[in-house]
């Protein structure tokens, strides 16, 4: 969350607004896969704080931990 980042913030004021604008990039990546009909099915990113997975519609969204490695089975 952007609250857990308000430390950072204090240290770096522009941190907030690339933060926003990282997001804001992603979505529209991902908007236009699925818009010019990309089956989307797994979107990876990274952070070096935690680790999480979360479910949009049929994509699972991993968000990866520093040094953080996910098998893929194919």
Do not use: C, M
Not at 19 to 39: F, I
Request: charged share 30%; glycine share 4%.
């Amino acid at each position: 969350t952007k609250e857990g980042i308000s430390d950072w913030i204090k240290k770096d004021p522009k941190l907030r607004y690339d933060v926003d604008q990282e997001r804001y990039n992603h979505t529209l990546v991902y908007d236009k896969l699925k818009q010019n009909g990309a089956n989307v099915k797994l979107w990876f990113y990274g952070h070096f704080h935690h680790s999480h997975t979360d479910y949009v519609e049929e994509t699972k969204f991993v968000l990866l931990n520093e040094l953080e490695l996910y098998e893929i089975k194919i």
